[in-house]
């Protein structure tokens, strides 16, 4: 059987592993199936108030490798600070950013492939105008996605462009508490998109598309249909 089992990268896909020098079996099946149902994200230890450290060693003596596993039991101070009323609750989740530089494309090509990694669930595209090599000038496709998702729409970007090769990294990110809240104009209901913290709104603005379909369909400037939407959104909110 190969190191590490078969069953154990599965339950590890997606998760940042890495191989040492002990050839023998450090993670089995069952310690990947809990972490991977545990844990929410990988990497170092966050900032937190520590409150209980547990040590666990295993049967085998391995040369100048403590077989150690070690357990710390806390609460982050994130949390800490959103109790005591002087913090944030942001929510944090892992996203894979994808990069490719192309200079030998059709931008029309390039428009498509942005399009359709949109439609295949990317958080968000966007392009950079870059110099490269030879002085010629080049166009970097940079791809938002979850972490599920990387696969798709990496293999999205060979398909599609002229790319011999993808970048990719791990980040993480902050994001607002999302709602939705329709407001009547005289054309139509529009949605208003909110972000907030703690109930407290950071963010309002129209829903483009709403805007942009009540726009074509009754032949009103798209600028007049997201003001009015606000207006209204902002007289009702002020009573």
Known sequence: MPVPAPATLELLQGVPVYSGEIQKELVTPTGAAIVRKLAAEFGAIPPMKTETIGYGAGTRDFPDHSNVLRLVVGESLESELVQAGRGDALASEEVVVLEANLDDLNPQIIGYTTERLLAEGALDVFTTAVQMKKGRPGTLVTVLSKVEEESKLRDILFHESSTLGVRRRREQRRVLAR?????????????????????????????????????????????????????????????
């Open 179 to 239: 709602r939705h809240e329709s407001v009547a104009t005289p054309w139509g209901a529009v949605r208003i998109k909110f972000g907030s913290v703690n109930g407290m709104e950071f963010q309002s603005t129209p829903e483009y598309e709403d805007c942009r379909e009540i726009a074509a369909a009754k032949n009103v400037p798209l600028k007049t249909v997201m003001q009015e939407a606000m207006r209204l959104y902002l007289d009702k909110k002020n009573g």
